[in-house]
Structures are given as C-alpha cells and as structure tokens.
C-alpha cells in the first residue's frame, strides 16, 4: 500500500491564483481530512469527510472548496490564493470504528502564496 | 468547539533523563488523545494514542496518562534519547458521526542533549 500520497511537495502561486492540492489513499479508509500547520502552531482542520459525498467544515474553511467523488480521492481546492495562506497543508485519513483512531497523514504540500 | 493546550512549548533534557508533556481539553465529549510526533521537514506520526474509557496506556518508553475529570493527559518519555528530539503535538478528537476530527495544542519541542 501507497498509504496517503500527496501532490504536489512545493508550490508557489501568485495572489489571486487558483490550484488543487491532490490527496489520495489505497487504505479504503472512510475518513479523510485536510489540516494546515502554520510556524508555532499545531495542525489546524481545514474540511473533512465521513465517506464519498460528504464532505464539512473544520476550524479554517474559509477560502478553500472539497470534494469527495470518491472513497479514495478528497482534492483541495484553493478559490483564490492570498499569502494569509502560505502553510503546509497534510492529508490525513482513517477508518473510524476499529479498535484504532489513527489518523494516517501525508507527506505534506509546502505552498506559498507571494 | 474543542480547544486544547499544551506545555512547555520547548523542553531541554540530558540523554537518559525523563521528559513530560502536558495537555488540557476543554470539550467534555473528547474521547480519543493520540500524541504525534514529527521531525524537521517530514509527517506527523503517531506514537501512542488513549481512548477516554482507560487512564494510562504504556508502550516501552513512552507512556501516556488521562484524567478525565480534570481534562488533562500527558505524555511521559523515560530513559530519553538523541532521536527522541523533534516536536511533539497532543490532539483531542469528540469524535462520534464516524468523524475523527482532531484538534491539536501548539506542539512542544523536545531536545534531548547527548
């Protein structure tokens, strides 16, 4: 298993400019969620899913869009990047409801926005 | 919603000594406390995690302990070592609704000194 991939690692985008950051797993997990980590700051929860279809808000929605076609597809989508989003931003994902929560997370996307 | 807290936010250590974690929650629905730890550059990874129905969880050198009734749990780090140094992020999910949104406290940084 590939567990959570992301692409893609590094991005610099303009003011103003829109992007997708992919996220993908092959674990059949229905849980998948988007978290940015800003410098001294834990993981903040960006949108989150329970499963293909449904998609909600976490702490920080403003400014990005999901969706989730799929059990193992949930893309973030950057409406119109402004530097206040310069972050690195993780993919995690889990099957709650087993004897174990974990949340698996990706390698990360380092955006910038200048 | 959920706000959780965590100290000291840096730690110094000499290799062999013990390091302790602390953290508060304020959501009584909170149920589920894992303790992630990442290095410079990469994920955070899982190392021991608690559900809310037990008070202490040990895994070799690392242990985690839950009072419920005052919302604070901590992790414990005995007989560290160099490799332990990175940063270390408590969470606390509410859970339920098949959801397992974490919320994270500001993340401690652990050096341990050879």
């Known amino acids: 298993n590939a567990g959570v991939t992301q692409t893609p690692k590094f991005q610099v985008l303009k003011t103003g400019q829109s992007m997708t950051l992919q996220c993908a797993q092959d674990?059949?997990?229905?849980?998948m969620s988007w978290y940015r980590q800003d410098p001294g700051m834990g993981l903040r929860l960006i949108h989150y899913s329970v499963g293909a279809g449904i998609t909600d808000q976490g702490e920080v929605p403003n400014g990005y869009n999901v969706s989730r076609s799929t059990t193992e597809d949930f893309p973030l989508r950057l409406l119109s990047a402004a530097p206040s989003q310069t972050s690195v931003y993780f993919c995690?994902?889990?099957?709650?409801?087993?004897?174990?929560?974990?949340?698996?997370f990706g390698p990360g996307t380092r955006l910038t926005v200048t | 919603g959920e706000n959780v807290e965590q100290h000291p936010s840096t730690l110094s250590v000499q290799e062999g000594d013990s390091a302790v974690i602390k953290c508060t929650y304020s959501?009584?629905?909170?149920?589920?406390f894992p303790w992630y730890k990442q290095e410079l550059g990469k994920r955070p990874q899982l190392i021991i995690d608690?559900?809310?129905?037990?008070g202490e969880k040990k895994d070799q050198r690392i242990a985690v302990t839950l009072n419920k009734t005052a919302k604070h749990f901590s992790l414990h780090i005995t007989e560290t070592q160099p490799e332990d140094s990175a940063v270390y992020f408590c969470?606390?999910?509410?859970?339920?609704?098949?959801?397992?949104?974490?919320?994270f406290g500001t993340g401690t940084r652990l050096t341990v000194i050879p």
């Open positions: 959501d009584s629905a909170s149920n589920y």
């Open positions: 608690i559900r809310s129905n037990v």
């Open positions: 969470a606390a999910s509410p859970g339920g609704g098949g959801a397992n949104n974490l919320f």
């Open positions: 674990m059949n997990h229905e849980y």
């Open positions: 995690a994902s889990s099957y709650p409801g087993q004897a174990t929560y974990e949340q698996y």
